[in-house]
């Protein structure tokens, strides 16, 4: 297992405060042998040096655009599963190893698990705990797809075959990327039990100050006919509305409560994504 390669791609832009959190848990892998690169986009701050302190490669990538860095990265690794994972995300001991066995024995070509959210001093403050696979297509069609990006691994295969994410969109690409794959028919497996991620929670996100510019991104798919709820698409939401249903009523009844539905840092509104640098 430990032969095993997993490649992950952390994109960066003045990244230095959360940026020796998300190093740490990727070079404390344990049973996979795991490739990390930054894709920088021009830090001012100390994001490089703390690179060159874990000596983890880097590469630049003009700024612009969080997916131009991550398919630049992403195209750079070898590794037959990859992924990438926010520089104020992290993950557990364990997570990866877990994740490609699963999807070896699953033969899965996109594998998830369950996140923690944490706030911005990596407190926990909830649980998410992923759908089935079968609800997944409901998901998607109601503008959700169920798990936080940081908990998904997929095959490098997968990742070419759908061209990678759509440099079009600034905001809601993994969205875009994450419902293509489901939507597709590729295999897809579901990790459950501990979680294997988490996901930080901060005023800064994009999701904090862009949503305006987030929205106008979804009119495209609003109107492509992609996102078409369904009843059967209602009732897989309702069963992952359920089967979170402590998470949501503490994030109601909290004072650091968030808006009820899943605001995902990277993309756009909501469920729709997960957060930027």
């Not at 701050?45 to 398919?71: F, H, S």
């Not at 993950?91 to 699953?106: F, I, N, P, T």
């Not at 004072?255 to 995902?264: D, G, L």
């Amino acid at each position: 297992m430990a032969d095993t390669k997993i490649g992950v791609v952390v994109p960066t832009l003045n990244s230095g405060s959360t940026l020796d959190w998300t190093i740490c848990s990727l070079k404390s892998q344990q049973g996979v042998a795991i490739d990390v690169l930054v894709a920088d986009s021009g830090s001012e701050d100390e994001t490089l040096a703390i690179c060159k302190r874990w000596a983890v490669p880097t590469i630049y990538v003009t700024p612009g655009n969080m997916y131009r860095a991550i398919n630049t990265g992403l195209r750079q690794i070898t590794a037959e599963w990859v992924t990438y994972l926010n520089s104020d995300d992290f993950v557990y001991r364990h997570s990866y190893a877990r994740l490609v066995m699963h999807g070896e024995q699953q033969q899965a070509e996109l594998v998830y698990g369950d996140c923690d959210f944490v706030d911005a001093e990596g407190r926990f403050l909830f649980a998410l705990r992923a759908p089935s696979p079968r609800r997944l297509p409901g998901l998607v069609r109601h503008g959700d797809f169920g798990f936080a990006q940081p908990a998904a691994i997929y095959r490098r295969a997968a990742f070419e075959e759908l061209g990678g994410f759509n440099e079009r969109f600034k905001y809601i690409a993994d969205y875009d990327f994450f419902s293509r794959i489901i939507l597709s028919g590729h295999r897809i497996s579901a990790l459950h039990g501990p979680a294997v991620a988490a996901f930080r929670r901060h005023p800064s996100q994009l999701s904090s100050y862009c949503a305006s510019a987030m929205a106008s991104e979804w009119e495209p798919f609003r109107n492509s006919g992609r996102l078409k709820p369904s009843p059967r698409s209602v009732l897989d939401l309702m069963s992952m509305y359920l089967g979170n249903s402590s998470n949501y009523l503490w994030r109601l009844t909290s004072r650091r409560a968030w808006p009820p539905r899943i605001s995902r840092k990277n993309t756009a509104l909501d469920t729709r994504g997960a957060s930027r640098n």
